[in-house]
């Protein structure tokens, strides 16, 4: 099986099949199904699916992104998942210099395979991974297509300017995107090397559907557990349509990871024309990051941030109890406890209502205003002043995204 070429990648994996007697599929890192060798009484109802529809279902893809294959180098083996109908099977990455090009999966049940069969399994990756080397090489406008777009989202005006030419030239900045709405999907939490490259993989995978479908204009970029989409006209018409189809993604994105971790998204404005799309994709990226830490929902609009969308701009190193308003850091020092401050935060946050605040912390009004008192005598504080407040409102809020801070 010596010599293969990118003409005949398919005549390797049927040979492979036959000599084997065994379905055998070659899958891009992302488990899409590239190629497929005829049924040996061995196929289970992923693979049929897989067959029929040209893809397999997302869970199963998530199962076999789960096993941590987009970082072997060496074969392992697919556990059986009866939840799936998925049978075992043994997968040999198929890599080129290091970079993963796609997945060779061989169906094993009943872990029959011998040493011999094993080793010419690993010598057909090797031989197919120089010919998908080339068609890599040929297919790369899809890489330097992304980085136009990471180019197109930079802080640097000229480097914008640039990308937005090389889009254009490609008739990818064509009336389709006379509106632009950025959506950025990331991974809640800090993922470890092996969930981020999983992260990444089903993020290409979901990103991806919209453009080959070509029903949407899209354009997308995907890096270190963090997706970025560009959507044109047709989705930054319907505020609701385009959370709908955020959400569907992101149930998607569930199925692909196996539960080994958890994405959300954030939506910026529409904007006109992808020369404006840094704005977008600036707010979208602030958005995901509150979905993530502050707001208690999978999707988050910068329109619905509230005072968010302002502290969420002070930068992540700025942002420490340094940066508090003096108010706040009064009103801490006094109250090592908490109490106080939690009990001023959802006075601030109920306007001011007594009987409102009352209610949300289960406590008497009498107790709610001894409380405030409280906090005059041990701070100084004048709760009536309107700036104080502000900057006390302003301040408790802030402290959600401090980590490490009693409300964080």
Request: net charge negative.
């Amino acid at each position: 099986m010596n010599g293969v070429t990118d003409n005949n990648i398919q005549n390797a994996v049927d040979q492979l099949a036959e000599h084997l007697q065994r379905s055998v599929v070659v899958n891009d890192p992302g488990v899409r199904m590239l190629y497929s060798s005829v049924h040996f009484g061995d196929e289970d109802q992923a693979r049929i699916q897989a067959i029929l529809n040209r893809a397999g279902s997302t869970k199963a893809i998530g199962h076999v992104l789960a096993q941590g294959v987009s970082t072997w180098t060496t074969a392992g083996v697919i556990p059986a998942n009866d939840e799936l109908g998925m049978k075992a099977r043994v997968c040999v990455p198929i890599r080129w210099h290091g970079e993963l090009l796609g997945l060779m999966l061989v169906m094993d049940p009943d872990e029959s395979l011998t040493t011999s069969e094993l080793s010419t399994i690993n010598q057909t990756a090797k031989d197919i991974a120089a010919a998908m080397a080339i068609e890599a090489q040929r297919d790369s406008d899809s890489g330097i297509r992304e980085q136009a777009v990471r180019d197109l989202l930079s802080s640097d005006p000229a480097l914008r300017r640039r990308a937005y030419s090389d889009l254009a030239a490609s008739h990818a900045a064509s009336g389709r995107f006379e509106n632009v709405t950025a959506v950025e999907f990331g991974v809640r939490g800090v993922p470890d090397n092996a969930r981020r490259a999983h992260a990444d993989a089903a993020l290409h995978t979901v990103l991806t559907i919209g453009s080959r479908q070509g029903r949407v204009a899209e354009l997308h970029a995907v890096a270190s557990g963090t997706g970025l989409l560009l959507l044109g006209n047709d989705m930054s018409r319907g505020e609701t349509a385009l959370r709908l189809h955020v959400q569907k993604m992101l149930d998607q994105l569930k199925d692909l990871s196996s539960g080994r971790f958890d994405c959300v998204a954030g939506i910026g404005l529409s904007v006109p024309g992808l020369e404006q799309a840094y704005k977008t994709a600036r707010q979208a990226h602030l958005a995901q990051e509150a979905a993530a830490t502050v707001v208690d929902t999978q999707v988050a609009a910068w329109a619905d941030l509230g005072p968010y969308a302002l502290l969420l701009r002070i930068s992540e190193e700025e942002r420490n109890e340094e940066a508090l308003p003096e108010e706040v850091r009064r009103l801490l020092a006094a109250d090592p406890g908490g109490d106080l401050s939690q009990t001023l935060r959802l006075y601030l946050d109920h306007a001011c209502n007594g009987p409102a605040a009352s209610e949300a912390l289960h406590i008497h009004r009498t107790t709610l205003y001894y409380r405030l008192g409280r906090i005059t005598e041990l701070t100084g504080l004048d709760l009536s002043d309107g700036r104080t407040r502000l900057s006390l409102h302003l301040g408790l809020t802030m402290l959600d995204l401090i980590p490490g801070s009693p409300s964080h």
